[in-house]
């Protein structure tokens, strides 16, 4: 027997719907489970009907759908149920509510035929769904490298309240229910500390250096420079106390939407508390620089034993100020160096996050707080250390993909942490770091699909998806001013959709996204762009795969570039390891191979094929989808997928030539060296197609952890690759 909700019955809605300027409706909603959630689906749902008239006539006058709750169903979980007149969306929670309107908004929004509502047994595959989101407050309290145009251009964003009103419905209509927001010192931000009153910055700030591409040109990622602070200027008048107003408005609005918020620090980094540090100076493995003292004595270094009371205080009070913030997630910084000599870092974060928390919940009986530990520059066994015994949620986070999210579904980097986990019973989070794809529409439902079945599922708390080195805030880099300031998320819809839809279903089928892609695109022929979606966005998975390269900062496979050495030449190709247990062979290694008389494994030019095969029938069904539309969005969308193929089919002639290279380095036959000029020649033509299709939609960026990506900037090292090959020499003894 159905256990009914204990809730007062509190809404009862006749829909009669006359505005709605049709006359096939009628619905009447009794609503037994009224919360914030409910009525922003039942908003979604009532602007669907007003959107679509049925296809097959009229729903029976007087039809009525009852929303109600079954705790036994668990959590998120939801039914609909179809019998006569009357539509039952049973839940098992406020968030299962919210899911089932939605759902049922869905139905009809894409079959536009009201006499075909599905019933439903849905159960969430992965109970937490995140977003990983770098939010850069203000230029005094930066999030981890702001040296990049998008984390410049966001800043003022970060403040906006319509911006965070239609983020947080499309991350709930998405199913996310995390999100993650990442800062190395919020605080002087966010809160205001009556132990330390100059800490509370007032107004939004940026600065107006313009970046150039030097590496750690603003000094060390996360901490802010003295460069920074010489060139300020306010984007947004604004006291503490109104900021803090914001963020609870912000904080409630997300936990109407069913959605968790957990604040992430680097450490150690009090920025604009601190004095602020010299450019280009890196502290990564080095030791502690002499540092003038800041605000009440607090500087950058792990070893001042000032800054663990700011920091005590500073977490208390955050936590009092947002009653809402499910948790805290904290990294053992580049900065925090075990040789300082007070505190190791297990033990800095111990004091400086671990006793204040727990201090604040012996004060605040009931309230929880989560607690996730990031596994970098530390271990299992230093975080259980001190870890043990938290009065709460612990869990452990980990780099899943690397930066490499767009790879391969399966990766092999979680084996050992999976194994360290075990003897203290943990769970982690995957942080899946993309790190690889910023301006190009990518959009691959099984890899998403094999990638989340991939986890394994006894050691898995969840993941947050995002970046490092970019900003998801607002579009700025459209030429068409009707896309530039739209939100990234929906720009890029159809990923951010696969990734939270599947990983809460993963039973949704072609079928599914391709009403989908109907739905938003109408006119066209929607399983042909779902196939040509699919192909091209195999593309640059196979080229990561095969050049590999692990953090963000050492390549960016749009733009063909890293921060260090800049362009990947055909002589880099040619060395560059792959994905490791891919089976995949370098160039190097091919060559070596075959100098033994035997290759093992996926040849580079097998590689090559498979990339010009998905890069062809993307170009293919490109020109016909083409001819059938002049909707400006979808027309981009074509031309991003154009671009996909065009960059895929010069990687192949690249991926070629340089293995045409080794083999003239290890047989001494010219005409090896030939084809490779001509194969260089080939890939020119390629990236010039590639660029000149980026350059009719977007403005050319500086990426804070590669540099400057401008395709028609970088045809010079393009084709300077083809003089290379042609000059390469043997070794003098060969």
Same mark, same amino acid.
């Given at each position: ?309 700011? /920091?005590?205080?500073? =977490?208390?009070? +955050? @936590? #009092?100020?947002? *009653?809402?913030? %499910? ?25 400086? /996050?671990?006793?204040? =928390?727990?201090? +604040? @919940? #012996?004060?605040? *009986?009931?309230? %929880? ?366």
């Amino acid at each position: 027997m159905m256990k009914k909700s204990a809730l007062k019955f509190a809404l009862a809605l006749l829909c009669s719907l006359p505005a709605f300027a049709t006359p096939y409706i009628e619905v009447e909603i009794i609503d037994r489970v009224e919360s914030a959630g409910t009525r922003f689906a039942l908003t979604e749902l009532r602007n669907t009907l007003m959107g679509n008239t049925p296809k097959s006539g009229k729903i029976q006058a007087g039809f009525t759908m009852v929303i109600e709750m079954d705790s036994l169903l668990g959590e998120q979980s939801y039914q609909i149920q179809k019998s006569n007149d009357t539509l039952r969306l049973i839940s098992g929670d406020y968030s299962g509510a919210m899911y089932s309107i939605l759902d049922l908004a869905e139905q009809i929004k894409l079959n536009r035929d009201f006499t075909q509502i599905r019933e439903k047994n849905q159960h969430p595959y992965l109970l937490r769904r995140g977003i990983k989101m770098n939010i850069p407050l203000d230029a005094r309290t930066p999030s981890y490298d702001d040296t990049g145009d998008a984390a410049q251009q966001n800043i003022a964003v970060m403040w906006d309240w319509d911006f965070w009103q239609n983020y947080l419905d499309q991350l709930a209509i998405d199913r996310y229910n995390v999100l993650t927001l990442w800062n190395p010192h919020p605080f002087p931000s966010m809160i205001k500390l009556e132990e330390y009153p100059d800490v509370a910055l007032n107004d939004v700030c940026i600065t107006t250096l313009k970046p150039v591409g030097i590496e750690n040109e603003w000094a060390e990622p996360q901490l802010v420079s003295t460069q920074v602070m010489e060139n300020l200027v306010v984007v947004k008048s604004i006291t503490i106390d109104e900021k803090i107003a914001f963020w609870q408005k912000v904080m409630q609005y997300a936990h109407d939407r069913g959605i968790d918020i957990y604040f992430f620090t680097w450490n150690v980094c009090p920025n604009s508390v601190a004095k602020p540090v010299s450019p280009y100076y890196r502290t990564y493995n080095q030791p502690i620089w002499e540092e003038e003292p800041g605000k009440y004595g607090i500087t950058n270094q792990m070893d001042n034993p000032m800054n663990i009371p700011y /920091y005590q205080a500073a =977490i208390k009070k +955050f @936590l #009092e100020t947002y *009653p809402l913030v %499910k948790g805290i997630g904290v990294t053992a910084g580049e900065h925090m160096i075990d040789s300082a000599g007070i505190y190791t870092r297990e033990q800095w974060i111990w004091e400086a /996050y671990g006793e204040p =928390i727990i201090e +604040f @919940l #012996e004060q605040h *009986p009931g309230r %929880k707080v989560d607690f996730i530990h990031r596994v970098w520059n530390s271990n299992m066994d230093k975080i259980m250390h001190y870890w043990n015994n938290y009065p709460g949620n612990f869990e452990a986070s980990f780099k899943y993909a690397k930066a490499r999210l767009y790879s391969s579904p399966t990766l092999p980097f979680a084996e050992k942490h999976i194994e360290s986990m075990k003897k203290y019973q943990l769970k982690s989070w995957w942080n899946l770091r993309n790190d690889d794809i910023f301006v190009l529409r990518w959009g691959d439902p099984d890899y998403v699909r094999d990638f989340i079945t991939h986890f394994d599922l006894e050691s898995t708390a969840g993941f947050y998806m995002g970046s490092d080195g970019y900003v998801w805030g607002r579009v700025f880099n459209a030429k068409n001013p009707k896309f530039n300031g739209q939100l990234e998320m929906e720009k890029h819809w159809y990923n951010f959709m696969l990734w939270g839809r599947l990983a809460y279903d993963t039973q949704l089928d072609s079928s599914f996204f391709a009403e989908k892609l109907q739905t938003r695109y109408p006119g066209t022929e929607a399983e042909k762009l779902y196939t040509a979606w699919k192909t091209a966005s195999r593309i640059i998975p196979k080229v990561n795969c095969y050049h590999w390269n692990d953090w963000d900062f050492q390549w960016s496979v749009e733009a063909c570039i890293d921060a260090r050495e800049g362009f990947h030449d055909v002589i880099r190709f040619m060395e560059n390891p792959t994905l490791e247990k891919s089976g995949m062979l370098s160039p190097k290694e091919y060559t070596q191979q075959i100098a033994s008389g035997s290759t093992q494994g996926i040849t580079p030019f097998q590689v090559a094929a498979a990339l010009r095969c998905d890069a062809g029938n993307t170009l293919n069904t490109v020109t016909l989808l083409r001819k059938k539309t002049n909707q400006p969005e979808l027309c981009t969308l074509l031309d991003d997928l154009d671009a996909t193929a065009n960059l895929g089919n010069y990687y192949a002639a690249k991926i070629e030539a340089a293995t045409e290279l080794a083999l003239f380095l290890e047989t001494h036959d010219p005409e090896y060296q030939q084809k490779s000029v001509e194969l260089l020649t080939e890939a020119a033509g390629h990236w010039k197609a590639y660029a000149r299709i980026l350059d009719k939609n977007y403005q050319p960026q500086m990426l804070a952890r590669t540099k400057l990506f401008d395709p028609n900037q970088i045809m010079k090292e393009v084709e300077a690759d083809i003089p290379l090959a042609k000059n390469v020499k043997l070794p003098v003894n060969h």
